[in-house]
């Protein structure tokens, strides 16, 4: 394959970017995405440019470091992260665009790699859970559901990636932040600290400029995990109820 690839460069984060075209040529339909992108940095180091800086690690779908605006799109054009994402997705001669996250609370490292720094607060504002100290209760002794150990399960599945974030036209991580409350909120265990959790989460969330959910829903269709929309309204209700408890 033949492709236009038009790529966000950017030397830091006090620095302006642009976009920048590259002609690329010798693209086989059966690399990851990523792959691609090593092709081209060795291609710009064989000319002397600087490689395009871009997050990765696992490039398995797990740990959520890829994170790229294809065309407009969150991870690209399949519902899937970016490593996953295979180049027979586009066709020969296709122009792709390539961008960073775009939010206020992600600002841009270099290039397309973003600061998801604020996902980690959002987290440790959430706190610990409280655990019995010796040795490990048995498993059957905290009875859970097995509807509600279910959709613990489904909704742990999210890797913190932040397409939701950068698919939302206000920048919200409300998706992101439903599934951590949703995760721990439906187990036993998570009971104790849920009112101090989603509290904290929810003011830790604003502060770093986050904005608000309106119910648009392009957060869930850009998910790679299929975290479920119905995870904010399990948020906004924690929240209603902490609130209403003196949290
Ligand atoms: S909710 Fe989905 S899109 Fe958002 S951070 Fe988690 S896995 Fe990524
Ligand atoms: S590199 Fe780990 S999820 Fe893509």
Known sequence: MRLTLKIWRQADAQASGALKTYDLDGVSEDM???E??????EQLQGQGEEPVAFDHDCREGICGT?????????HGPEVTTTCQLHMRSFRD?????IEPWRSDA??????????????????ASGGFISANTGSAPEANSVPAPRDKAMRAFNVATCIGCG??????????????MGAKITHLGE?????????????????QHDAEGFGG???????????????????ISQLNKDLRTALRNGH
Do not use: H, W, Y
């Open 106 to 123: 992600f600002p841009v490292v270099r290039d397309l790699v973003v600061d998801r720094s604020a996902f980690d607060r959002i987290i």
């Open 32 to 34: 990851s995405f990523l």
């Open 187 to 203: 187990l036993p265990q998570g009971q104790p600290e849920r009112g101090t959790r989603v509290v904290d989460m929810v003011a």
């Open 213 to 231: 959910c309106t119910n648009i829903g392009e957060c869930a269709g850009a998910c790679p995990k299929e975290i479920p929309l119905d995870v």
């Open 36 to 41: 691609m992108l090593d092709v081209l940095n």
């Open 66 to 74: 890829c994170s790229l605006m294809i065309d407009g799109q969150a």
């Open 163 to 176: 397409a939701c974030v950068a698919a939302c036209p206000n920048g919200s991580a409300s998706l992101f």
């Open 93 to 97: 001669g296709q122009t792709i665009t």
